[in-house]
């Protein structure tokens, strides 16, 4: 069995790549000490803070594409936390497009 075959260890993965990810897009990165909560990680970039709750995407069987198959919790959405997705197949992020 791989490390990622996990799906608990496949989060922290993404947590950790998504950390260098946005090192690489210049921000500074503050990860949460705690295994639970509303945010996983912290950024200050220009003088903005962004709150993250990094989410693997999923795969859809039907078509082979990869979404978030969560949202946000009611309190995610008031406090303003975004989502960034993680690509487990290609490893690439992308903030979701909130809808709600």
Not at 40 to 66: A, M
Not at 89 to 97: E, P
């Amino acid at each position: 069995m791989k490390p990622t075959d996990d799906k608990s260890r496949l989060g922290d993965f993404a947590e950790y790549y998504a950390v260098t990810y946005l090192w690489d897009k210049g921000h500074e990165v503050f990860i949460n000490a705690g295994c639970t909560g509303a945010i996983d990680l912290i950024t200050f970039k220009n003088g903005d803070i962004t709150l993250i709750d990094v989410k693997t995407e999923s795969k859809d069987k039907r078509d082979n594409t990869y979404y978030v198959s969560t949202a946000r919790t009611e309190y995610q959405k008031q406090i303003g936390v975004k989502v960034l997705g993680f690509n487990p197949l290609t490893r690439k992020f992308k903030f979701v497009n909130h809808n709600e």
